[in-house]
């Protein structure tokens, strides 16, 4: 059976690689990215829907679809102020989730973090696990957490880290083994690729994977 995939945060690092993969796949016949702006892509599988992800309620009919992947997230950098960011990584991903629940979409794949843990004494990984913890008890049919470690790939922005990160990153991934190869660099596309073939088996229940199941998935 073809399947529409709803996409959010298509323009991110994952969300980019997603789009670009899942075009080009012919189980898809369909696929819808929420917005904030029109980004540049043709294609005839896929459309974009601008919303204010702040009144997404507004938006809920248009959101249709069989699977939704959920790549949106930001950066403390990127977003200073502790209430937006809260929204970007908790209240939108879940809000669109609820919707996508009342819309009938079987399939809810999410990226969050390695180590994600609402005990968590960081805040970005106390928030990535609020939001797991919150989509779990929606009970959706079918909803599959990808928790990926450090994260590479073509970014649009030029982050600071990444210039700290990628050599550093060469040098010890290799020295990762057992309990520590979790720790391994993420490829943005296995992420993307790990995605994509999930939603094609059609799994049921609550399934969480860790970064080293991601490369193994992808």
Not at 102 to 126: C, E, G, M, R, W
Request: charged share 25%; aromatic share 6%.
């Amino acid at each position: 059976m073809l399947k529409k995939a709803i996409i959010v945060g298509s323009s991110g690092l994952i969300g980019s690689q997603l789009v670009e993969l899942i075009s080009n796949i012919s189980s898809f016949n369909g696929v819808l990215l929420l917005v904030r702006h029109t980004i540049e892509i043709n294609h005839p599988k896929i459309k974009q829907l601008v919303v204010d992800f702040d009144d997404l309620a507004k938006h809920a009919a248009e959101i249709k679809g069989d699977i939704i992947f959920s790549c949106i997230g930001t950066t403390k950098n990127k977003t200073p102020d502790v209430a937006t960011y809260r929204k970007v990584d908790l209240i939108y991903p879940l809000e669109i989730a609820k919707i996508g629940l009342l819309n009938d979409v079987t399939q809810f794949h999410i990226v969050t973090s390695l180590n994600a843990n609402p005990k968590s004494s960081n805040s970005y990984l106390k928030l990535k696990g609020e939001l797991e913890e919150e989509l779990k008890k929606l009970n959706y049919p079918s909803l599959h957490i990808y928790q990926p470690s450090y994260l590479y790939g073509n970014r649009k922005e030029k982050r600071i880290d990444d210039k700290i990160m990628k050599p550093l990153s060469r040098l010890i991934d290799p020295l990762l083994f057992g309990s520590l190869k979790k720790y391994r660099s993420t490829k943005a596309e296995n992420v993307a690729k790990a995605l994509i073939n999930q939603s094609l088996k059609d799994l049921k229940g609550i399934f969480t994977y860790s970064s080293t199941q991601i490369q193994e998935l992808a």
